[in-house]
């Protein structure tokens, strides 16, 4: 299969995956710290993480690599990225905070152009903003007073960016399946961190909604949801796996557009779980994401 399609299928298989830990936090942050889920998530994606390097890396020997120290700095930028974003998705809708997060293919654009030096096509940059133009069609951000929240999504685009953009430097001497299991060690030891500094609730009271899933205190979780923060973790370990690959063998440039299929993912859970469909204007923003993502298949030069 060709590397070009490849990618673009790891990338949106990996997308629709992280979805639903979106969903999962979602329904778990007015109950739980954000902490108490990471840790949990961490723990049970080593599992997944060590199968996936011994199936997929030819054996464990693939996680012994002189840049581990950058694989590390990766997983704190990803960390630091997630956390935004579930911060944000704590007081913000959902359709505003993926819009607003949407700002990530943007970024990695412009990253590949100055820092990896890609030459970006015409036809890329008009596909790219067909994109996004789509998503703020389909969601309409904004028309509610200013909330603070509203820049962490940002933050999460811009530093998620930054660690895709690694992958594809780093890609010609690391595995997707190592990346990801380095970057969920420093998931792991930040969570813990939190954990430690704000785990016993004692600065909740009266906070802002994001900064109260930040400190609420640490409480015994019921089976189910532990068994959904587990699920996290293995959401985590494939979904981070697959978008790493796609970063890893793909141009950064060609595989970003695909990044807006998130919101495809937003429709389906929103109808699923909450009995919500996008109107007219939330149809004419999916048709233009899909003729974005068309676009840029159908315009993609063969690689050699």
């Given at each position: 299969?060709?590397?070009?399609?490849?990618?673009?299928?790891?990338?949106?298989?990996?997308?629709?995956?992280?979805?639903?830990?979106?969903?999962?936090?979602?329904?778990?942050?007015?109950?739980?710290?954000?902490?108490?889920?990471?840790?949990?998530?961490?723990?049970?994606?080593?599992?997944?993480?060590?199968v996936l390097v011994r199936v997929f890396d030819g054996g464990f020997l693939g996680l012994v690599s002189a840049s581990w120290p950058m694989m590390l700095w990766r997983g704190f930028l990803n960390f630091l990225a997630y956390t935004a974003y579930y911060l944000a998705l704590a007081t913000l809708p959902i359709a505003t905070t993926v819009a607003l997060y949407f700002t990530a293919p943007l970024f990695i654009t412009l990253l590949a152009v100055l820092w990896l030096g890609e030459r970006v096509a015409l036809h890329r940059w008009l596909a790219l903003g067909l994109g996004f133009l789509g998503v703020v069609i389909m969601v309409r951000p904004g028309g509610t007073e200013f909330d603070w929240a509203a820049l962490l999504p940002?933050?999460?685009?811009?530093?998620?960016?930054?660690?895709?953009?690694?992958?594809?430097?780093?890609?010609?001497q690391d595995s997707a399946a190592a990346m990801a299991f380095w970057g969920n060690l420093a998931f792991l030891g930040c969570s813990l961190g939190l954990a430690l500094a704000f785990g016993r609730g004692t600065m909740e009271e009266g906070l802002h909604p994001s900064l109260s899933f930040l400190t609420r205190a640490w409480v015994w979780p019921s089976g189910l949801d532990a068994g959904l923060m587990a699920l996290c973790g293995l959401i985590a370990a494939v979904g981070l796996t697959l978008l790493t690959q796609a970063y890893r063998i793909g141009s950064s440039a060609m595989v970003a557009p695909f990044e807006f299929t998130f919101a495809f993912w937003g429709v389906l859970w929103g109808w699923l779980f909450f009995d919500q469909l996008p109107d007219a204007w939330g149809w004419v923003g999916i048709a233009v994401i899909i003729a974005a993502g068309t676009y840029v298949v159908t315009t993609e030069r063969p690689e050699a």
């Open positions: 299969m060709k590397a070009s399609v490849l990618a673009i299928l790891c990338l949106c298989a990996g997308i629709a995956i992280f979805s639903v830990q979106d969903l999962i936090l979602k329904l778990l942050s007015d109950r739980y710290p954000l902490s108490e889920a990471m840790v949990l998530r961490s723990l049970a994606a080593i599992p997944c993480l060590l940002v933050f999460c685009g811009l530093a998620y960016a930054v660690s895709m953009v690694m992958a594809r430097r780093m890609g010609q």
